[in-house]
């Protein structure tokens, strides 16, 4: 703790920002390590399983349709209207765009097929189906 040493009885005036500083690098901190937690979906997909499957490239077109059918588009649930609007918006300023599909084993494959529809319609030309890898 500082203190002046003269002798005047004037009060300390000076505000002492450390203990500040130090709680708030501790917060941010705290905030760094768990936002991936908290960013990721809480949807638990039961992806198909293949021998042939290649590694992907990151995309910022992520589609999952979970096994109740719902669909999720880049984490929040959506449905193919949005979807189709989403691909209209990234082909406009991204003609290269790639959309990522992630469906449920228990998906019928029609909503497979309207979830892809609804891409292609949208202008986006390129997408992948997610896959988890056969253990050999």
Do not use: W, Y
């Not at 588009?73 to 449905?79: A, P, R, T």
């Amino acid at each position: 703790m500082a203190a002046k040493i003269s002798g005047d009885d004037e009060p300390i005036s000076d505000i002492n920002i450390v203990p500040f500083v130090d709680i708030i690098l501790v917060v941010l901190i705290i905030f760094m390590i768990t936002t991936p937690f908290i960013m990721q979906s809480h949807i638990k997909i039961d992806l198909p399983q293949a021998a042939s499957g290649e590694d992907g490239t990151p995309s910022e077109f992520n589609i999952s349709v979970a096994s109740d059918g719902r669909i999720l588009l880049n984490g929040e649930v959506s449905d193919l209207q949005r979807v189709n609007a989403k691909s209209q918006e990234l082909s406009q300023t991204n003609p290269e765009v790639q959309a990522i599909i992630a469906a449920d084993r228990e998906v019928p494959h029609g909503q497979v097929v309207e979830v892809i529809d609804a891409v292609k319609t949208g202008g986006v030309k390129r997408f992948a189906i997610t896959i988890d890898r056969k253990r050999q």
